[in-house]
């Protein structure tokens, strides 16, 4: 039997669309998991099938679904580790913690932190996952995304076996969810010989996979990888004999062959002029962590160049392990106020720039745009209702600055979050 047959019409006080403008009074007509129109709610209603089940959120901006770009859902338990403190010494805490963890631990941590992500209005995200349990934890509630599987490798000794494990889960779950991609994630430029890196790069290539690396974060990954310098070189030093010497982590993972359309690159907070122009010329997206880069007292991303260079960015958490919440909502706030603080290095864009950065260019960036991140006919109905209040003249401005929790979220036509009136 093919699947029953379903039509909903969402009407809220406004529908945001992302690729067009606001709409008072708007509704969104679905039609089993597909957006099959849009606009004025007396016109979209005289499109809809008799026996639709209708919803009304006269205090609510409609929305699509925010995309999450990067997390670290199985650290969701790690959530108790001290804010802020230094890159270094928050990085001793998450080895021993992540090594005290367990399949099954990681299992219930990232379910928690699925939970989580509904509750902000977020149906999709780019989760870079250790254990692979995150993957399980996603498809049992029903989420989008794309699963970045961790790749470690200190020793050119121990390739053949790693690799072989990381093709072995990518083959065995694959095909496990039509919601979920799978994707390589060589951990960062200091955690994987450059040997190892190459065999990834390689590997991820001919299976056409998106890979994502923790790039150029902190100022002791840059000493380290540029000169070998800096209290790392103790501990990863030997992982980098077969590096050349000279070359900033972005400029290194571009020797690698690392930089491409198909690259997401995290954090790049510690980059300079010549970076930055390699990273736009090479089409990578990097994802900026505001609130996990202040947390880690690693600096801040020159966002203003960037984006003057052509930089593609878009904005994500990160894990609970480095920020307070996983609502991208929470991050924007945190950037406009960097931006209110840091104009020199922060631009100050539109509040509907900054809300594309958590929908559309969140889901290009982890390969959705075609299915969702904005209100289309055709896309898939990932969507998401925000209570904000009566009389909105300026439903972006209300939804960045006051909306907290999602009270309706949905995927692919599929109610998988509703806060009861």
């Not at 470690?152 to 000794?157: A, R």
């Not at 209040?389 to 979220?409: N, R």
Request: include cysteine; charge should be positive; aromatic fraction near 8%.
């Amino acid at each position: 039997m093919g699947k029953k047959f379903s039509a909903k019409v969402l009407r809220a006080q406004w529908v945001v669309p992302i690729t067009s403008p606001p709409v008072k009074d708007g509704a969104v007509l679905i039609l089993n998991d597909t957006i099959f129109a849009f606009g004025k709610a007396k016109e979209v209603l005289k499109q809809a099938p008799s026996g639709a089940q209708k919803l009304e959120f006269p205090e609510g901006v409609l929305v699509p679904s925010l995309v999450n770009p990067h997390t670290h859902l199985e650290n969701t338990h790690f959530f108790g580790i001290k804010k802020p403190q230094s890159f270094n010494s928050w990085l001793t805490q998450m080895v021993k913690l992540v090594k005290s963890q367990s399949f099954d631990d990681a299992f219930k941590a990232a379910k928690d932190g699925a939970t989580q992500s509904l509750s902000y209005g977020v149906t999709c995200v780019g989760e870079f996952s250790r254990f692979g349990a995150s993957f399980f934890a996603l498809k049992k509630f029903g989420l989008k995304g794309t699963v970045f599987k961790e790749f470690i490798c200190l020793n050119d000794s121990e390739i053949e076996t790693k690799v072989a494990e990381l093709e072995s889960w990518l083959d065995a779950v694959k095909s496990q969810s039509s919601l979920l991609k799978v994707a390589v994630g060589p951990h960062a430029p200091y955690t994987v010989t450059p040997n190892a890196f190459k065999v990834v790069l390689d590997l991820a290539k001919s299976k056409d996979l998106q890979i994502c690396i923790h790039a150029a974060e902190s100022p002791s990954e840059r000493k380290l990888v540029e000169g070998r310098k800096g209290i790392w070189r103790f501990w990863l030093g030997n992982v980098l004999d077969d590096a050349p010497l000279g070359l900033s982590p972005i400029r290194y993972l571009n020797w690698l062959g690392a930089l491409n359309s198909k690259t997401l690159l995290v954090h790049c907070v510690q980059v300079d002029d010549n970076d930055i122009a390699l990273l736009a010329e090479r089409g990578v997206w990097v994802v900026h962590c505001p609130r996990s880069n202040f947390n880690l007292k690693v600096g801040m991303m020159p966002l203003a160049k960037m984006l003057s260079a052509g930089v593609k960015i878009c904005l994500a958490t990160d894990g609970l392990a480095s920020t307070e919440s996983l609502s991208p909502l929470d991050e924007i706030r945190f950037a406009i106020k960097l931006s209110d603080e840091h104009p020199k290095i922060y631009p100050s864009l539109s509040l509907s720039r900054w809300l594309r950065m958590v929908t559309l260019d969140s889901a290009s960036a982890i390969g959705f745009e075609k299915e969702i991140g904005s209100i289309e006919r055709g896309k898939h109905a990932d969507l998401a209702v925000f209570k904000i209040g009566s009389a909105i003249d300026d439903p972006i401005e209300a939804l960045v600055f006051e909306g907290k929790g999602a009270k309706l979220t949905m995927v692919s036509g599929e109610i998988v979050h509703l806060v009861a009136t």
